[in-house]
């Protein structure tokens, strides 16, 4: 099995580096073999730069690529726009020749060119696919009695012609990676929706982009769960930050816990709160992490 | 051209030094980005499954119309509504690659100067720093506390890396691009 390298992208990093800590922490206690991918940027960012301008979006983004090339590793993503942007890139990058030899005349002037020869994954779909559920659960110290709402994120799964990973109207396999932690997933209404932050809609257009939020988490709250759990950070933000924006404009406070998956795992592996930064979230996690810590 | 727009949302930079181009140019290129809109039957599943069309005036069906008839697309707010959830293009039952046609105009009006400041600052912070979000002192502070490295492994931490990414952008035009787009604020143009 090949090695692989963790790309970090911006959010993770710069706002919630407690997803990063969490990561980290999970990768060495299941033994993976991953190390940093030293000098990586912006993936960048498919919602925004893919539609400003293509060649300078695949150009950055077959430079990250090309990074771990060069290490002969796979490269991991533990966000969402993260694994759309380069996995996509990657498949472009492949497949046409056209777009491959441009995008390597860029590259060339900094002195490296795209081979194609590693992939890109997303920690969800790894752990399910290349890890496994019974190996994550042998791993397990605590076994968390939690009602969990999953947050898929819609670049996890979509366009499903180019992601493999079956059904994106039904998905279960998330669900059943919560499930391995002793937690339960809990259905709810529009549990495949969007968060509403993708394709720029958050950085541009606040108030819509909140609307959609709103819906989201108005649903969620109806289900009676103890956190939500989502696979992006940039739905991370939007779920977690969007709470304190939606009170200050509407009133409603929805004080809900969201946690990146690394985050929950590394609770159900023994880590504790802070370790993973789940006390550093916009919304206040007290009443949430008193809990876990009583069960513990 | 933008009475569709509310105002001082998007700005036009067509005072800007920029080549002047007439609709027709315009809507070949934005044909020539998504040919498989002129599949379109206006059937609605799209915007049936459209989540940010539950919440905001976006209607993606008849943006696809517009898209097929007139280069005034480029102009319509509604272009910005779209999350890129794909589940309009995963539902389509002739197949229309809907995500991607949306992405594919909103290249051409930023190609043509159509941008929102918020995106231009975004696309800034992406050449200043190789990130789109950067770091700050609130998550220097965090990222000691948890105890990570102050600055993560990513061009924030190695010079040399991040004029890599400065290369490549400047290469390809990305400057000049933002350039075409302005240097104003949203809101401090007569729209």
């Known amino acids: ?296 | 051209m933008l009475c569709s727009l509310k105002r001082g949302t998007l700005k036009n930079v067509s005072n800007m030094p920029t080549i002047p181009q007439d609709d027709a140019f315009v809507l070949n290129e934005v044909k020539n980005a998504c040919k498989n809109i002129f599949k379109c039957m206006q059937c609605g599943v799209c915007s049936g499954s459209c989540p940010s069309g539950r919440h905001t005036s976006l209607n993606i069906r008849k943006l696809v119309r517009k898209a097929a008839k007139t280069a005034d697309v480029l102009h319509d707010e509604q272009l910005w509504m779209c999350t890129t959830c794909y589940n309009c293009q995963e539902r389509c039952p002739r197949n229309i690659d809907i995500v991607d046609a949306v992405l594919m105009i909103r290249k051409v009006a930023v190609h043509e100067g159509i941008m929102h400041s918020e995106h231009r600052k975004v696309s800034e912070l992406l050449l200043e720093h190789g990130h789109a979000v950067p770091i700050d002192k609130d998550n220097r502070e965090k990222r000691i506390k948890l105890g990570l490295n102050e600055l993560p492994e990513t061009v924030h931490k190695y010079a040399e890396e991040l004029e890599e990414v400065k290369i490549l952008l400047t290469s390809c035009g990305f400057d000049r691009l933002l350039n075409r787009a302005g240097k104003k604020d949203a809101g401090s143009e007569e729209i």
């Not at chain 1, 659960?137 to 009602?147: D, Y």
């Open chain 1, 1 to 296: 099995m090949k090695g692989l390298t963790l790309f970090l992208g911006c959010v993770i990093p710069n706002r919630y580096p407690g997803i990063e800590m969490a990561t980290r922490l999970c990768l060495a206690k299941l033994n993976i073999d991953c190390t940093d991918l030293e000098g990586a940027s912006c993936c960048p960012a498919p919602g925004v730069f893919r539609s400003f301008d293509e060649p300078s979006w695949l150009a950055v983004a077959g430079r990250n690529i090309v990074l771990s090339e060069k290490l002969q590793r796979d490269i991991l993503t533990i966000c969402n726009g993260c694994f759309a942007s380069l996995a996509d890139a990657n498949h472009m990058l492949k497949s046409d020749p056209v777009l491959r030899e441009r995008t390597n005349e860029y590259l060339a002037k900094i002195g490296k060119e795209f081979k194609g020869n590693i992939e890109v994954r997303h920690i969800i779909e790894y752990l399910y696919r290349d890890i496994g559920t019974d190996i994550i659960r042998s791993h397990i110290e605590k076994p968390l009695k939690l009602r969990v709402a999953v947050h898929y994120g819609c670049h996890l799964l979509k366009p499903s012609k180019s992601r493999e990973l079956g059904d994106s109207n039904r998905p279960e396999f998330f669900d059943e990676l919560i499930e391995c932690l002793g937690a339960t997933s809990v259905d709810y209404p529009d549990k495949m929706e969007c968060c509403g932050a993708g394709g720029g809609v958050r950085s541009a257009l606040k108030d819509e982009s909140l609307k959609m939020a709103d819906h989201k988490l108005s649903r969620i709250k109806e289900a009676v769960i103890d956190c939500i759990v989502n696979a992006c950070p940039f739905c991370h933000m939007q779920l977690d930050a969007g709470q304190e924006e939606i009170k200050q404009r509407t009133g409603v406070d929805y004080n809900i816990p969201v946690l990146h998956y690394t985050q929950l795992m590394g609770l159900a592996l023994g880590f504790p709160p802070e370790a993973l930064g789940i006390d550093l979230n916009v919304t206040n996690n007290g009443k949430f992490i008193e809990k876990i810590e009583e069960m513990l």
